[in-house]
């Protein structure tokens, strides 16, 4: 992974408070909204980089390792562990062959050891075999887990199995499509008595046909006649879990949006907080016309 500078990206400091963080993400939002910039690619693309260092900043774990591990992030513990690992093992192989020194001689097996410690599923590599007396850690295992949108907003156990062993875990709400989350321990079995690996599963939230999420936020669209763009009037607009009354103002236009604070998408492990909901009105025209209504339209054009 290529490294990202996230403070950059917000235009913040590496001291910045986590209040400091909240408004210069707030400020880039607004500015980057795609609403704001229809068909420009470079502000999408800016936005989605805003609401991934947003995720990281203003989470204070996430925040730490970021600041610890940079782009290993994500599997910084695991990568300073292997590299541990991998140290050991080449002391132990040194001694084993009766080096004094560091000189390790046989880098491909080395090379070898350390991808089998980081990254993949299943066994071991054949330098893991090489010391009757080490003890390393078992490989991670990488897995994927499918959710629509409405399962992603809602916190909710699952339950899989991996290994021949039923796994249960509780799903936040607000996971987002690629979130990754570690489930320590349950990988393959570790060698010559070590630790199992780790499992690691990655979410797949595909599109929905009636919302589109972009951070916390979600778009729709709904249809309105044209007699109610015109003069106004209520109707019913569907959220992802219910449906609100919502005026129209008189003249509206087609592809007019307007936004509906508070009803979007929940913010991950932030109870209570939730993006926002975009609508736009698609107007839809009369057809089948019968001739007296075609004459007073007539009359409205000549008036």
């Known amino acids: 992974?290529?490294?990202?500078?996230?403070?950059?990206?917000?235009?913040?400091?590496?001291?910045?408070?986590?209040?400091?963080?909240?408004?210069?993400?707030?400020?880039?939002?607004?500015?980057?909204?795609p609403d704001l910039n229809p068909d420009d690619k470079e502000a999408e693309k800016k936005f989605k980089e805003l609401n991934e260092a947003n995720e990281v900043l203003s989470n204070a774990e996430n925040r730490a390792k970021y600041d610890k591990y940079g782009e290993h992030w994500k599997h910084g513990e695991e990568y300073e562990k292997a590299q541990q690992q991998q140290k050991q093992y080449q002391?132990?192989?040194?001694?084993?062959?009766?080096?004094?020194?560091?000189?390790?001689?046989e880098e491909e097996d080395f090379s070898d050891f350390f991808q089998s410690m980081f990254g993949g599923a299943g066994g071991f590599s054949k330098s893991s075999r090489g010391s009757a007396s080490g003890k390393f850690k078992g490989k991670d295992i990488q897995a994927e887990l499918n959710l629509n949108l409405r399962d992603a907003a809602t916190t909710h156990?699952?339950?899989?199995?991996?290994?021949?062993?039923k796994v249960r875990i509780?799903?936040?709400?607000g996971v987002y499509d690629g979130q990754q989350i570690k489930l320590k321990g349950h990988g393959n079995p570790g060698f010559n008595g070590g630790p199992h690996g780790d499992l690691y599963i990655t979410?797949?939230?595909?599109?929905?046909?009636?919302?589109?999420?972009?951070?916390?936020?979600?778009?729709?669209?709904?249809?309105?006649?044209?007699y109610t763009a015109v003069l106004g009037g209520g109707i019913q607009v569907n959220t992802l879990d219910s449906s609100v009354n919502l005026k129209v103002k008189p003249e509206t236009q087609n592809g007019m949006t307007v936004r509906l604070k508070g009803k979007g998408f929940p913010v991950y492990k932030k109870e209570g907080q939730y993006g926002d909901l975009f609508v736009t009105y698609e107007v839809?025209?009369?057809?089948?016309l019968t001739?007296?209504?075609?004459?007073?339209?007539?009359?409205?054009?000549?008036?």
């Open 291 to 303: 001739e007296k209504q075609k004459e007073l339209f007539e009359q409205l054009k000549n008036s």
């Open 157 to 165: 156990p699952q339950t899989f199995e991996i290994n021949g062993k």
């Open 170 to 173: 509780t799903i936040p709400a």
């Open 203 to 226: 979410f797949n939230i595909p599109a929905d046909p009636d919302f589109e999420r972009i951070g916390d936020d979600l778009k729709t669209k709904v249809v309105i006649d044209m």
């Open 1 to 33: 992974m290529a490294y990202i500078d996230y403070y950059k990206i917000l235009g913040v400091d590496k001291n910045a408070t986590q209040d400091d963080i909240k408004k210069a993400y707030r400020k880039l939002a607004r500015k980057l909204h």
């Open 284 to 288: 839809r025209l009369p057809v089948n």
């Open 91 to 105: 002391q132990q192989q040194n001694y084993s062959r009766g080096y004094s020194g560091a000189d390790f001689g």
